[in-house]
């Protein structure tokens, strides 16, 4: 699964807007920083971050972020995907 941000979003425009962004977020003011609406590498990162905490998504599934730079079309892998754990059975070995 791929999180895909990109720059000169225009949710940016409203970080001086506290009150528009709890609502587009539906979220309380206190948790707007969370959200890193002004950075969009931090929030991809976050992003990422929620989808891996998610104990109902499949386990072998890779989840990686990426930004894309809208001024020069550039791709930036900013959280590279993680593989699950490998898990050995030893005991089949003997």
Not at 17 to 27: E, G, K, N, S, V
Not at 44 to 70: F, K, T
Not at 79 to 84: A, E, N
Request: glycine letters at 6%; hydrophobic letters at 45%.
């Amino acid at each position: 699964m791929i999180v895909l941000q990109h720059t000169d979003c225009g949710i940016t425009r409203l970080a001086g807007d506290p009150a528009m962004l709890t609502h587009y977020f539906q979220i309380q003011e206190g948790e707007l920083k969370k959200k890193a609406v002004t950075d969009p590498r931090a929030a991809v990162a976050v992003d990422v971050a929620l989808l891996r905490a998610i104990p109902a998504l499949p386990g072998e599934w890779l989840v990686s972020g990426l930004v894309n730079d809208v001024a020069t079309g550039l791709v930036e892998v900013v959280v590279p995907r993680q593989f699950p754990p490998l898990y050995i059975n030893y005991s089949a070995c003997t």
